[in-house]
């Protein structure tokens, strides 16, 4: 069964400064990659994916995420945060069907 | 399109009591998951269906802990007797099938005391 690794599990930046998230699993056949971010008081939404093809994928409000297969590392990215992204990131992988997911980075954005 | 629906959205009981969540997955979707999610950590898989079929329960405490999708389209997820260590948020989440993304409800708040 696979594994997934964020660290950092609490972050806290001023507006405008830049993210990156990390998120490392460990699974070696074909994965599916996942971003989901919860709001506080919200549910699980999905940010981005990746299921095949350019490693670098868009999500919405301006998140980004790159897929380096060599390294198992999806990580996330957004140059320049809101006070609206604070929140609870979550990186899942799929692999052999079943969906995992790491321990989540609280983010929180100062104004 | 309606999302995921989950109830009751809080339950407080006593630890030896019996409790159950209903979920609705979207219409149309194959695949339906239970996570639990502890205070402070990522959701962990219990049990995953497609259609009426489990596909998934390894991590399941198959002692206390039950499910089941009849008809393939709604679901319930038991737990009899509970424990203190069962207090978290049991989300329900479904997808069109095995191989694309999961859409999540709201999450019923469970405290055991």
């Known amino acids: 069964a696979q594994s997934v690794s964020q660290h950092n599990h609490h972050v806290i930046l001023s507006e405008a400064a830049s993210l990156e998230l990390g998120c490392n699993y460990s699974?070696?056949?074909?994965?599916?990659l996942f971003w989901y971010v919860q709001y506080p008081g919200q549910h699980l939404q999905l940010l981005l994916k990746y299921f095949s093809g350019d490693p670098l994928v868009k999500g919405i409000k301006g998140f980004e995420a790159e897929f380096i297969k060599s390294k198992f590392s999806f990580n996330l990215r957004k140059p320049s945060v809101q006070w609206s992204d604070t929140a609870e990131y979550f990186c899942a992988v799929r692999g052999n069907n079943r969906l995992a997911f790491g321990k989540g980075n609280q983010v929180v954005v100062i104004p | 399109e309606a999302g995921v629906a989950q109830s009751p959205r809080y339950k407080i009981i006593e630890k030896r009591q019996s409790v159950a969540f209903w979920c609705n997955p979207i219409s149309g979707h194959a695949t339906l998951y239970w996570y639990q999610q502890i205070l402070g950590q990522g959701p962990k898989l219990l049990i995953q269906f497609q259609n009426n079929g489990v596909v998934d329960d390894s991590q399941l405490p198959k002692d206390r802990f039950s499910a089941e999708r009849l008809k393939g389209v709604d679901s319930t997820l038991k737990i009899q007797p509970a424990k203190l260590e069962d207090s978290a948020v049991y989300l329900c989440?479904?997808?069109?099938?095995?191989?694309?993304?999961?859409?999540f409800g709201q999450g019923t708040r469970l405290t055991v005391v």
């Open positions: 989440a479904s997808s069109r099938d095995q191989g694309t993304e999961a859409f």
């Open positions: 699974y070696g056949g074909t994965v599916n």
